[in-house]
């Protein structure tokens, strides 16, 4: 007998997935269909993926289908052709929703400490590098971040592997050098050998930073000689010169969630860049968006 929700006061629907048998890949690059399996291509074996299924859902409330995954993963739809975020299973002629996830990153976290003023060091730019891994073109993994004011906190996106944690080339490496990388009760200096991320559940390091020689009063968003106070203040937000308006960078900031707002994101997009001037960089949160909207965005 079939489980009807249909008159259920419910309104989440849970099933919980656990890796199984794990995955023999052989050298295609087509591993994984929508029926969970792949055949192995001649090898004579079969790849079962981590899967779940949920039958008989309402056929026409308005459902959202995504993971509810630990705080520190970066999860996001690599393929689907229906609205995740608005399923109404009445108006799909298909029998079945199928929907493939990527796990993308894990965080890499942590609390800086400038051990001399014993405050946060807000605006010091770090960079996480891979010291086991490299990306497609053979160049280094790098991910960049600032540490905030609350807290000093900081994040950056990082995979299982060993990580080298530094401080960005400018104002950040000539008033800081790391004294000290901790993580839990394990220290590892000033991490030039690398720090560790050994768990699924991510990897938070306390920072501890000390002032160069002659830098004591110094601050990462202090007014050079010869600069005013507004060039500073844009060129440490990654902007140009006010004295330059021709030239510079306009960032956009924009979130869509559904086929439906997404549409509307295209048209927004499309309006600024025939009406501006200016050169205009749009940004997007990587995991809130559909597949089909990931491609169109070169």
């Known amino acids: 007998v079939r489980s009807d929700y249909s008159d259920l006061p419910l309104k989440s629907y849970y099933r919980y997935v656990?890796?199984?048998?794990?995955p023999e890949i052989d050298d295609s690059d087509d591993v994984g269909t929508d029926s969970g399996k792949d055949t192995g291509h001649g090898r004579g074996h079969e790849v079962f993926w981590p899967r779940a299924v949920i039958p008989s859902l309402p056929l026409r409330d308005i459902l959202t289908l995504g993971m509810d995954v630990p705080e520190a993963w970066l999860v996001s739809v690599v393929r689907s052709k229906h609205d995740l975020d608005n399923l109404q299973l009445v108006s799909i002629d298909e029998t079945d929703v199928v929907a493939s996830f990527s796990l993308d990153s894990i965080l890499f976290t942590g609390m800086a400490l400038d051990v001399q003023r014993m405050t946060h060091p807000r605006g010091v730019q770090l960079e996480l590098?891979?010291?086991s891994s490299r990306n497609s073109d053979g160049g280094d993994i790098v991910t960049d971040t600032l540490v905030m004011r609350n807290l000093g906190y900081f994040q950056l996106k990082a995979s299982p592997g060993l990580w080298r944690?530094?401080?960005?080339?400018g104002a950040s490496r000539d008033i800081y050098s790391i004294k000290e990388i901790r993580q839990g009760l394990q220290t590892y200096g000033n991490g030039r050998d690398g720090v560790p991320v050994a768990s699924f559940a991510g990897s938070h390091v306390f920072l501890l930073l000390e002032r160069n020689k002659g830098h004591a009063g110094r601050s990462v968003w202090e007014v050079g000689p010869g600069d005013d106070k507004a060039s500073a203040k844009s060129t440490a937000l990654g902007r140009s010169p006010p004295g330059d308006r021709g030239d510079e960078m306009i960032h956009v900031f924009t979130v869509a969630s559904g086929h439906m707002y997404e549409r509307l994101q295209k048209i927004m997009i499309l309006s600024a860049v025939k009406r501006s001037s200016r050169k205009?960089?749009?940004?997007?949160?990587?995991?809130s968006i559909s597949n089909q909207h990931r491609e169109f965005i070169p």
């Not at 656990?18 to 794990?22: A, I, Q, Y």
């Not at 944690?165 to 080339?169: G, I, Q, S, V």
């Not at 205009?280 to 995991?287: V, Y």
Request: aromatic share 14%; hydrophobic share 55%.
């Open 18 to 22: 656990t890796p199984g048998v794990l």
């Open 129 to 131: 590098k891979s010291m």
């Open 165 to 169: 944690l530094l401080l960005a080339e």
């Open 280 to 287: 205009i960089k749009f940004w997007f949160i990587s995991n």
